[in-house]
Structure formats: structure tokens, C-alpha cells
């Protein structure tokens, strides 16, 4: 007697699709789908069962529900010149009403009650250039418009710009403890009217050194961003 029509509804319906590299884990989505008004019992069988975790990989389907089957297939050496023979099988069968045990329920399931669908599976390795997207430090237009000249270029101005903040650093460095030496020599100045514009000349005197030095950092980030945009 003829099996039973598989009712279940699979997605992808005849293969699964694992795309590499296969030095991890890779993992292959199967949807089933139960679109009749009985809940369907269900099992996944591979003809590698050590290649392979599938996650559920038996279970119970509520009538007019779906659930995803996580298919994991194990890191191996890649042979591009091997075709893969695994095959998976999506075995299922009406629940009955009165369903207690599922185990029990597939022993004594008669044969003409068993449905079942078969997959292929296939492996594929990504392109080169897909590689070279995945991987590439730098955008695409960025690496292309930056030649070693060039880098070199910037960094060499980099470096020297850095060295002009540090002696900017040292100078300001200077002033403020030359500033200090003058305040203890206003101190003793009678005058407050002396004292104040001493204490104003050294704040502005400072705060130059300061504005000069912010000038030229902005001047080397905005130098960076230059060099990278074109």
C-alpha cells in the first residue's frame, strides 16, 4: 500500500544550503510547516548523524503553526572538489487524539501512515572579492585613493606637527612657571593698581600660548581628515 502525501510544508523543500568557510560551526535554517487542522508529529534524520546537530530534531506541530529546524553542521576540511552526498529526511505522521507517549506513537505506527521528504545538501565557499569586502580594513574607495606615498606623506606631517604642540607644550610650560616667579616678585609691590595689570598681562600672555596650540591641533586633525577624503 502506497505511503500517505507528506502534509508538511518544508522550507527549502528538496536542499540545504551551507555556505562556508567551514573552519566553524555553519548553521542551515529548515522551516516546517503544518497547514492542516491535526497536529503532526515529526522526526529529522541525516545520513551523517555525526556531521551534524540538529536542533529540534523530533517534536509535536500544532495544526496551522510552523517551527524552524536549526541544522548545524560540524567544522570539517573543505574539498572543493568532493560533491556532498548527505542527505536529510523529514519523516512525520498525523498525532493521534488521544496521544500520550510520541515514542509509542512512531513504534506502532503502521507503514501506509508514515510520510517522509527528502533534502540534498549542498556546500559552497564564498567568492574571492566577497572575501576581500568581509575582510578589507578600509573601504573600498578609501584603500584605492590612499597610495604608500601618500600614507607616508601624512605620516611624516603628522609627526611634525605633533613635535611643534610638544615644543608649543614646553614654551607654555615656561611662561606659566615664569609667571609664578613674577607673582611672588608683584606681591611685594606696593602698588595694587601694579599688581593687576601684572597679574592681567601674564593671564593674556598665557592664555595666547593656549589659543596657538589648539590652532595647531586643529590644524593636524583637519589635515588627516583632508588626506582621507580625497
Not at 15 to 30: I, N, S, Y
Given at each position: 500500500m502506497a505511503r500517505t502525501e507528506q502534509v508538511l510544508v518544508?522550507?527549502?523543500?528538496?536542499?540545504?544550503?551551507?555556505?562556508?568557510?567551514?573552519?566553524?560551526?555553519?548553521?542551515?535554517?529548515?522551516?516546517?510547516?503544518?497547514?492542516?487542522?491535526?497536529?503532526?508529529c515529526f522526526k529529522v534524520k541525516t545520513t551523517a548523524p555525526r556531521r551534524y546537530c540538529v536542533r529540534p530534531n523530533s517534536g509535536i506541530i500544532d495544526a496551522g503553526t510552523s517551527i524552524n529546524v536549526s541544522v548545524m553542521l560540524q567544522p570539517f576540511d573543505y574539498d572543493p572538489n568532493e560533491k556532498s552526498k548527505h542527505k536529510f529526511m523529514v519523516q512525520s505522521l498525523l498525532a493521534p487524539y488521544d496521544m500520550t507517549d510520541m515514542e509509542g506513537v512512531w513504534k506502532e505506527a503502521k507503514p501506509e501512515e508514515l510520510m517522509d521528504s527528502k533534502l540534498r545538501c549542498a556546500f559552497e565557499m564564498p567568492l574571492e572579492n566577497d572575501k576581500t569586502t568581509e575582510h578589507s580594513p578600509l573601504p573600498k574607495s578609501a584603500s584605492a585613493s590612499l597610495d604608500d606615498g601618500e600614507v607616508k606623506k601624512i605620516m611624516e606631517e603628522c609627526k611634525r606637527l605633533q613635535m611643534e604642540v610638544q615644543r608649543l607644550r614646553e614654551e607654555n610650560k615656561q611662561i606659566r612657571e615664569d609667571d609664578g616667579l613674577r607673582k611672588r616678585k608683584v606681591a611685594s609691590m606696593s602698588s595694587p593698581h601694579s599688581t593687576s595689570m601684572a597679574t592681567s598681562s601674564m593671564r593674556e600672555e598665557g592664555l595666547s600660548t593656549r589659543i596657538l596650540a589648539l590652532c595647531v591641533l586643529f590644524f593636524v586633525i583637519g589635515v588627516i581628515i583632508g588626506k582621507l577624503a580625497l
Open positions: 518544508l522550507e527549502p523543500q528538496h536542499e540545504l544550503k551551507f555556505r562556508g568557510p567551514f573552519t566553524d560551526v555553519v548553521t542551515a535554517t529548515l522551516k516546517l510547516g503544518n497547514p492542516t487542522d491535526r497536529n503532526v
